[in-house]
Nanobody
């Protein structure tokens, strides 16, 4: 079975940084594009960023451009999300997801992690 497991979440103050990790198993990792999505209380799930299977291409939501950085290490079956200059609006459950091709649309993702909480206090 395929499993995506997020880690690295927690509570940080506004202006701080946090690094999320997602480790995959049960799939040919390098064949999948990876994405991060988030969902805040009372809001719909939104796209954050995606990276191609090789890591050569990335696409960021406007809300996180210049602050967040996605990267991957195919040898470790892992994808990361470095979050800097965090603001309270970044508070959400963050989800790692895998797709056959890089996309900003939830519909294109085949597998999802269970999510991890990120809370940014003011």
């Amino acid at each position: 079975q395929v499993q995506l497991l997020e880690s690295g979440g927690g509570l940080v103050q506004a202006g701080g940084s946090l690094r999320l990790s997602c480790t995959a198993s049960g799939l040919t990792f390098s064949s999948y594009a990876m994405g991060w999505f988030r969902q805040a209380p009372g809001k719909e799930r939104e796209f954050v960023v995606a990276i191609s299977g090789s890591g050569s291409s990335t696409y960021y939501a406007d809300s996180v451009k210049g602050r967040f950085t996605i990267s991957r290490d195919n040898a470790k079956n892992a994808v990361y999300l470095q979050m800097n200059s965090l603001v309270p609006e970044d508070t959400a459950v963050y989800y790692c997801a895998a797709a056959r091709m890089m996309s900003r649309l939830s519909w294109n993702y085949n597998y999802w992690g269970r999510g991890i909480q990120v809370t940014v206090s003011s």
